[in-house]
């Protein structure tokens, strides 16, 4: 079975902190790789793609180790509007462009 | 910005009847899903549509759901005969190509 686990926290931490969180996949075909945020009862809103060199996008840096199958995204600066759940995406294969989702790491930010 | 819509954004329905998902994908979008997300569980993926055919479905995607691109811009997902463990939101998606964009979902009851 193909899978995407991520540690479901929640974590907690202060405004203006750096925060990590990590996720692996199992199926080593994989193609492409996202990390989406949802808010409560909310859509998952697309964060920022994947690259294999790794990518920042202002506060927020994405890294990929295709080696271990691994994929990282780190906060800083912490803003109380970043609380939310952060889903690690991967698309296993081209041909019908299928989503597998992993159970999302919860982050709390508090004052 | 361009996005995706559903309707309804509630559907209650009892166990056995038909319910129909609507959504208007973004406009210049070729490819299109159903992923469901039951209450307190990871997003699934259902099924995947390109050039007016099903491209891909999961195991979730039997018999009693299909799909339909009935103009040039809703895409619906009927349930025939809907079951309890149905419960769930449904989201519509849609990409150019690989990045996925998601609707803000219908979320459905059946009693």
């Known amino acids: 079975r193909k899978e995407v686990e991520q540690d479901p926290g929640p974590f907690n931490v202060p405004e203006g902190a750096t925060v990590a969180f990590n996720c692996t996949y199992s199926?080593?075909?994989?193609?492409?790789f996202f990390w989406y945020r949802q808010d409560c009862r909310k859509e998952p809103k697309l964060l920022m793609s994947?690259?294999?060199s790794g990518n920042e996008d202002g506060r927020f840096t994405a890294q990929l180790n295709r080696a271990s199958q691994y994929i990282s995204l780190l906060i800083r600066d912490s803003k109380l509007s970043d609380s939310a759940t952060y889903l690690c995406?991967?698309?296993?294969?081209?041909?019908?462009?299928?989503?597998?989702f992993g159970g999302g790491t919860r982050l709390m930010v508090k004052p | 910005e361009p996005e995706v819509t559903q309707t309804p954004s509630h559907q209650v329905t009892q166990m056995g009847q038909e319910v129909i998902l609507r959504c208007v994908p973004i406009?210049?979008?070729?490819?299109f899903y159903w992923y469901r997300q039951i209450l307190g569980q990871k997003v699934e993926f259902l099924v995947s549509?390109?050039?007016?055919?099903?491209?891909?479905k999961s195991e979730i995607f039997d018999d009693q759901f299909s799909v339909e691109r009935p103009d040039g811009s809703n895409f619906t997902l009927k349930i025939r005969s809907t079951k309890l463990e149905d419960s769930a939101m449904y989201f519509c998606?849609?990409?150019?190509?690989?990045?996925?964009?998601f609707g803000p979902g219908t979320r459905l009851l059946v009693l």
């Open positions: 998606a849609s990409s150019a190509w690989e990045t996925q964009y």
């Open positions: 199926n080593s075909a994989s193609q492409s």
């Open positions: 994947v690259y294999s």
């Open positions: 995406v991967v698309n296993q294969d081209n041909a019908g462009n299928m989503l597998t």
């Open positions: 406009s210049n979008h070729l490819y």
């Open positions: 549509f390109y050039n007016n055919e099903i491209s891909e």
